[in-house]
């Protein structure tokens, strides 16, 4: 079983940064792959970045160059650095494992880009 916990979202201008967290438990943590999604007004969830133990990651084109994935396995978490934010970047971002488990959502942080 995970649990996931995020924050670190906010209102930022564009072209700003956020760093995102996410705060797992469970045992397994370090062996699954995790991902970051987002949930925009009226749009589906998307994945936005993926990052497996072994240290690969990818992203979707939206984010690729702006956004980094890391994770530290010691302490449970993934993060997110976003970075040139832009307006379409507005949305709730969870994180979760990839494939994502349906009983793994958390609340999510909301980013709101926004000038």
């Known amino acids: 079983q995970v649990q996931l916990v995020e924050s670190g979202g906010g209102l930022v201008q564009p072209g700003g940064s956020l760093r995102l967290s996410c705060a797992a438990s469970g045992s397994t943590f370090s062996i699954r792959i995790m991902g970051w999604y987002r949930q925009a007004p009226g749009k589906q969830r998307e994945l936005v970045a993926r990052f497996s133990s072994s240290g690969s990651t990818g992203y979707a084109d939206s984010v690729k160059g702006r956004f980094t994935i890391s994770r530290d396995n010691a302490k449970n978490t993934v993060y997110l650095q976003m970075n040139s934010l832009r307006l379409e970047d507005t949305a709730v971002y969870f994180c979760?494992?990839?494939?994502?488990?349906?009983?793994?959502w958390g609340q999510g942080t909301q980013v709101t880009v926004s000038s």
């Open positions: 979760n494992t990839f494939p994502p488990g349906a009983g793994y």
